[in-house]
C-alpha cells in the first residue's frame, strides 16, 4: 500500500506561481511512475503531467506545456508540480497519482491522494 498526500494548493492571482508536493508513505516511490491530475468544479479528471520512473520521462496534457514541471525525488519519496503563470482555468483540486503512464497519455494509476484545491483569481 502506498499512501500519498498532496500540499501547497492555496488562493493566487492569476500570472502568479505555486508548487505541489506530493509524499508518499508506505513503499518506495521509485516503483511507479507518478502523475498529477486535476478536477475542475462540474468537470470530469484530467491528466496533467506524469513523470516515469527514476525521471527519464515527462509527459504534459497540452494546457499546461511550457507553464508546469513536474519532478519527483525518490530520496524523499516526494513528486512536485512547479506551476507558473497560472490561469483562471487552472482553478481545479489536484490529485496526486502512482501507477504507469504511457507516451501516448494512457495510464493506470494503483495509489491517489485526497487531493489540493488551487483556486486562481482573475
Known amino acids: 500500500q502506498v499512501q500519498l498526500v498532496e500540499s501547497g494548493g492555496g488562493l493566487v492571482q492569476a500570472g502568479g506561481s505555486l508548487s505541489l508536493s506530493c509524499v508518499a508513505s508506505?513503499?518506495?516511490?521509485?516503483?511507479?511512475?507518478m502523475a498529477w491530475f486535476r478536477q475542475a468544479p462540474g468537470k470530469e479528471r484530467e491528466f496533467v503531467a506524469s513523470?516515469?520512473?527514476?525521471?527519464?520521462?515527462?509527459y504534459y496534457v497540452d494546457s499546461v506545456k511550457g507553464r508546469f514541471t513536474i519532478s519527483r525525488d525518490d530520496a524523499k519519496n516526494t513528486v512536485y508540480l512547479q506551476m507558473n503563470s497560472l490561469k483562471s482555468r487552472d482553478t481545479a483540486v489536484y490529485f496526486c497519482?502512482?501507477?504507469?503512464?504511457?507516451?501516448?497519455?494512457?495510464?493506470?494509476?494503483?495509489?491517489w491522494g485526497k487531493g489540493t484545491l488551487v483556486t486562481v483569481s482573475s
Open positions: 508506505g513503499r518506495t516511490l521509485s516503483r511507479y511512475a
Open positions: 497519482a502512482a501507477g504507469w503512464v504511457t507516451e501516448r497519455l494512457n495510464y493506470g494509476m494503483d495509489y
Open positions: 513523470v516515469s520512473r527514476y525521471g527519464v520521462n515527462t
